[in-house]
Nanobody
Framework: QVRLVESGGGLVQAGGSLRLSCAAS????????MGWFRQAPGKEREFVAA????????LYADFVKGRFTISRDNAKNTVYLQMNSLKPEDTAVYYC??????????????????WGQGTQVTVSS
């Protein structure tokens, strides 16, 4: 059984930083895609960042470029999201996602096969 477990969310002041972690178990995604989405209250789930490690491809949403960094530790089967210069509008539940395919439309949530339960990030002004 595949599981994705996120951690690292919390409450932070604007301008602060958080690092989210997503540990996968049950299979590896070395040749697949791992990424992050977020969903704010009353809004659609939106793409944040994703990475296909085997081809060295990474994509970020425009609104996080230069502030967030996605990285992987394949030995630990874990993907991270380092979030710096956080803004109140970054407040959302952040979800880890994993897909079995390498070449996907990163922004399309239906390209991903597995999802974590989400972790709350709250940025106060």
């Amino acid at each position: 059984q595949v599981r994705l477990v996120e951690s690292g969310g919390g409450l932070v002041q604007a301008g602060g930083s958080l690092r989210l972690s997503c540990a996968a178990s049950g299979r590896t995604f070395t040749s697949g895609t791992m990424g992050w989405f977020r969903q704010a209250p009353g809004k659609e789930r939106e793409f944040v960042a994703a990475n296909s490690w085997s081809i060295g491809s990474t994509l970020y949403a425009d609104f996080v470029k230069g502030r967030f960094t996605i990285s992987r530790d394949n030995a630990k089967n874990t993907v991270y999201l380092q979030m710096n210069s956080l803004k109140p509008e970054d407040t959302a539940v952040y979800y880890c996602a994993a897909g079995l395919r390498t070449y996907v439309d990163y922004k399309n949530r239906y390209e991903y096969d597995y999802w974590g339960q989400g972790t709350q990030v709250t940025v106060s002004s």
